[in-house]
């Protein structure tokens, strides 16, 4: 988060040229830490799937709730 601001400010105190490369590495920067969170959003519920997954079969029968 720290680098993606420092991209953020560096693109506001140069001027055009440079403005748009700090930009385009900032998006970059933006598109990685969405890509970690959403890794990190299903390595959380994973388990919980493989659980469920497992009663399941385990139990022979599935629920319409399940």
């Known amino acids: ?6 991209l953020g400010v560096q693109s506001r ?3 055009t040229p440079g403005q748009r490369h700090f930009y385009w590495r900032l998006m970059f920067e933006s598109a990685d830490i969405n890509m970690l969170r959403l890794l990190e959003a299903f ?4 388990p919980q799937l493989v659980l469920q997954l497992s009663i399941m079969i385990h139990s022979n029968h ?5």
């Open 62 to 66: 599935i629920l319409p709730l399940q």
């Open 13 to 15: 105190w140069h001027g």
């Open 1 to 6: 988060y720290v680098h993606t601001l420092y």
């Open 43 to 46: 390595l959380k519920s994973a």
